[in-house]
């Protein structure tokens, strides 16, 4: 197993979005990407995702930015104890805000929440992004969710990755290590030779951190009020952008 490395300068991911010193991009051998939050708009996704099991129970009108937090507060809490799929996260999730908003959602709504994920949509400057860092990195994803729910967002992507390790494959769920641990012994990379890429300070730019790997934040709510559907984190990456479009470029990809 790859031991941990030595941190580098952090940035302060509250009041920056720009880093204060450069990182050596050229130290890499790999780039690793969170999917759902960088890759995958899943703030948009998860917003028409719950719309209709929202409407059809009566609810509407409801703040975006209250239905995110408390999406997140609700993961987070499934997520705890013995592993279960992340099918059954979202489950649970579905029947956290029936029971917030006072009803039952049926088993069709369940299902429908829960294979909602695969629908999610890209943003727009991912597919051209990893398209660009492939020409350089290998690229892999550590993501918190099953195998077939990620296959059909990597139809979406349509770009061919290293690795991919799921929470399904570790029987974990990230902020823990496990995903990171595997990741590195996959690429059979020591972590120095290893970027992380990813949106959540609290489920991606901690734990890595704290394993001595260096990390990009991709602040894609910049300038939006709130942490959105993430937990909020104190994290301090090593470097900020606020899209892949502008790390491409920064990277002299571009």
């Not at 996704?45 to 408390?70: D, F, H, K, Y």
């Not at 949509?121 to 077939?148: E, G, H, K, M």
């Not at 972590?191 to 704290?210: G, K, N, W």
Request: charged letters at 25%; glycine letters at 8%; a negative charge.
């Amino acid at each position: 197993m790859a031991l941990p490395c030595e941190l580098s300068s952090p940035v302060d991911p509250v009041n920056s979005t720009r880093p204060d010193s450069t990182l050596d991009f050229e130290r890499f051998d790999a780039l690793s990407f969170d999917c759902y939050g960088t890759l995958i708009d899943w703030e948009a996704g998860i917003l028409a995702s719950l719309t209709p099991l929202l409407e059809t129970n009566g609810i509407v009108g409801q703040p975006e930015q209250e239905l995110l937090e408390r999406f997140g507060r609700l993961e987070s809490q499934a997520e705890r104890g013995p592993f279960r799929s992340y099918r059954a996260v979202l489950t649970d999730v579905a029947r956290g805000f029936g029971r917030h908003f006072g009803f039952v959602p049926t088993r069709a709504e369940l299902d429908a929440f829960a294979a909602s994920v695969g629908d999610w949509p890209v943003f727009a400057d991912t597919i051209a992004a990893l398209r660009a860092l492939q020409t350089r990195y290998r690229l892999a994803v550590v993501s918190n969710v099953d195998d077939d729910l990620f296959a059909r967002s990597a139809q979406r992507i349509g770009v061919e990755f290293s690795e991919v390790v799921t929470a399904q494959q570790v029987s974990a769920y990230k902020p823990g290590p496990k995903h990171f641990h595997e990741v590195l012994e996959r690429l059979r990379l020591p972590c120095a030779r290893l970027l992380h890429v990813a949106q959540s300070l609290y489920h991606d730019i901690a734990p890595a951190r704290s394993l001595g790997i260096s990390c990009v934040w991709v602040n894609r709510r910049a300038g939006k009020a709130g942490g959105g559907a993430t937990k909020p984190s104190t994290a301090r990456p090593d470097y900020a952008v606020p899209d892949l479009r502008t790390l491409v470029e920064e990277m002299g990809l571009g």
